[in-house]
Nanobody
Framework: QVQLVESGGGLVQAGGSLRLSCTLSGRTFGTYTMGWFRQAPGKEREFVAAINWSAGTRYVDAVKGRFTISRDNAAKNTVYLQMSSLTTEDTAIYYC??????????????WGQGTQVTVSS
């Protein structure tokens, strides 16, 4: 059974930083990609960043240069989202997800429960 557990959310002032973590269990074979999404109040869920099995990455334009996605090189089952220069626009519930295959195409088939990130002005 594939499970994703996020942690690291919280309240931070604008300009501050947070690091989110996501631990994956139950998916250990084949190539897969892990991604971060977010959903702000009253808005649709949007893609934030993704990392594949060979550490290739992609980001939505709104977070480029501010957010960094990485993965644990030893275990390869933990993904991090380092968020810096946070603004109130980054306030959302952040979800971790996984899918088989690469950075582009396909559908994420397993999701975590989400972690709240609130940026105060």
């Amino acid at each position: 059974q594939v499970q994703l557990v996020e942690s690291g959310g919280g309240l931070v002032q604008a300009g501050g930083s947070l690091r989110l973590s996501c631990t994956l269990s139950g998916r250990t074979f084949g190539t897969y990609t892990m991604g971060w999404f977010r959903q702000a109040p009253g808005k649709e869920r949007e893609f934030v960043a993704a990392i594949n099995w060979s550490a290739g990455t992609r980001y939505v334009d709104a977070v480029k240069g501010r957010f960094t996605i990485s993965r644990d090189n030893a275990a390869k089952n933990t993904v991090y989202l380092q968020m810096s220069s946070l603004t109130t626009e980054d306030t959302a519930i952040y979800y971790c997800a996984t899918k088989m295959g690469g950075l582009y195409g396909g559908s994420y088939d397993y999701w975590g429960q989400g972690t709240q990130v609130t940026v105060s002005s």
